[in-house]
């Protein structure tokens, strides 16, 4: 069994720390039997919900599924990435107004962003793979190309911060 983090100074045995929680390492399985035991340790009110951050979308599919084979159901869990919690907290402090609805680096706001450039692109010195591979101009592969390439940004937002 993973060790247990340390309670807070608020924290009683029978509450569970106030604020956040913070699980890091680089095995999935060793993070999830540790927040495993932290919810049997302080589960949650009724009508609460837990929000988990992960790096990926693999990530997340891998922990939903791991959390509702170890609990028979998955339920009251958000599972995020960084980026998009990031967003929320500014637009909780910012305000609405200040910020849009979307990240304009969240992936499906980048697909619609990049699409008028890839035209330009393909036009572009030094870009003959992406000119030959749009050489139909069909808006489909176009769509697919700036599609992989939104993921391709949205990766580097969690692995390559700077």
Same mark, same amino acid.
């Given at each position: 069994m993973p060790a247990e *983090?340390?309670?807070q100074p608020d924290a009683s045995?029978?509450?569970?720390?106030r604020g956040l929680l913070?699980?890091?390492g680089n095995r999935l399985e060793t993070l999830h039997e540790l927040l495993l035991h932290c919810q049997q340790r302080w589960p949650l009110a009724p009508l609460e919900s837990e929000l988990v951050l992960v790096q990926s979308n693999g990530a997340g599919e891998w922990f939903k599924v791991a959390q509702a084979q170890a609990l028979g159901i998955s339920a009251a869990t958000r599972?995020?990435? *960084?980026s998009r919690f990031v967003w929320q907290i500014c637009r909780a402090v910012l305000g609405n107004a200040e910020l849009g609805a979307r990240s304009p680096l969240d992936?499906?706001?980048l697909v619609w962003r990049l699409l008028p450039l890839l035209p330009r692109m393909a036009r572009a010195p030094g870009?003959?793979?992406?000119?030959?591979f749009l050489a139909d101009g069909e808006a489909l592969r176009m769509l697919q190309l700036a599609q992989r390439l939104a993921d391709l940004y949205d990766q580097y937002q969690v692995y390559r911060a700077d």
């Open positions: *983090p340390s309670p045995p029978g509450r569970p720390p913070v699980l890091h599972v995020e990435l *960084p992936r499906q706001a870009f003959g793979a992406i000119a030959a």
